[in-house]
């Protein structure tokens, strides 16, 4: 039997009954010079043997470092994660193909369709039997709601199966393009928010639509980049420009429309704090390849935001000196 923890705001799965000695060396941390923080509070080392860890238990272990740090952290409602790149499970050719997939993006978060079970289907394998829920949070998304009462219900139903109380919110408000019904959206946010979800909404690319997902209690804007499963990439840099400018309270996930590896980074340069997608990865001709091209694309956008662009001009300017010419 295992059981879920949050440990230095990353999830985990570890054997149950475990004190906290154990559990380091489960995980293979060090226990020198460490100090351990369990929800909240610092557990003294000669305790360690004689406090269990439970289900759920936050458990902060720190160490001394030199100087400041230079990590880039990416959170969502107070959990960081490692990777800024979200992917989904469908449409893959298999199971293992996607597990492969997973593994070679680098993703510490995928998302997964809330379905009614197949009373037809053969008992077999999983897709959660896919997913190393060790290294790997699973988000929840209502894909196919056109209504506020079904997404509500299928967020609800998502939390009663044990997946978490995450949820990629979608409001569908028109069936060929598949954009989002704004202001369903907003009021299935708020509602979910009341009842302890943490809800991150598929929306467009308006402002103030953003701006009302917020009040509502909106843990991240994810706005798309064009529509669903298009493999266009960013139709409005512009307004993405303004969301990025003018959001600052959540993070910025741009949210479908992804077709390629370019496309990903042009999202990060734009100041996305992470992109999600699924379509790209699955439907690619070799999804493990695909996969690892957009951890590596990610990366890269956000390392030249970070960098800073040098700016657009009409006319050349030299590279080198002058100095010394000839």
Partial sequence: MTIEIVLNGETRRIPASLNITQVLEHLDLPKDRVAVERNRTIVPKPQWESVAVGQGDQLEVVHFVGGGSGDDT????GRKFRSRLIVGTGKYPSHQVMAEAHRLSGTDMVTVAVRRVDLKAPKGESLLDYIDREKIMILPNTAGCYNVDDAVRTARLG??????????????????????????????TRILVKEGFVVLPYTNDDLIVARRLIDAGAAAIMPL?????SGMGIQNVAGMRI????????????????GTASDATVAMELGADGVLMNSAI?????????????????????LAYRAGRIQRKLYATASSTMEGKI
Avoid: H
Avoid at 74 to 77: D, H, N, V
Avoid at 225 to 229: E, L, R, S
Avoid at 292 to 297: F, G, T
């Fill in 74 to 77: 990416f959170a969502i409602a």
């Fill in 159 to 188: 939390r009663e199966a044990g997946l978490s109380n995450w949820v990629k919110l979608e409001v569908i408000g028109d069936e060929k393009t598949l954009f989002p019904d704004t202001a369903a959206l907003v009021e299935a």
């Fill in 225 to 229: 980049g064009a529509p669903i499963g």
């Fill in 243 to 258: 969301l990025r400018e003018m959001i600052t309270e959540v993070p910025l996930i741009v949210d479908a429309g992804v």
């Fill in 282 to 302: 699955a439907g690619a001709k070799d999804p493990g390849a695909m996969a690892e091209a957009m951890n590596y694309a990610v990366r890269a956008g956000r």
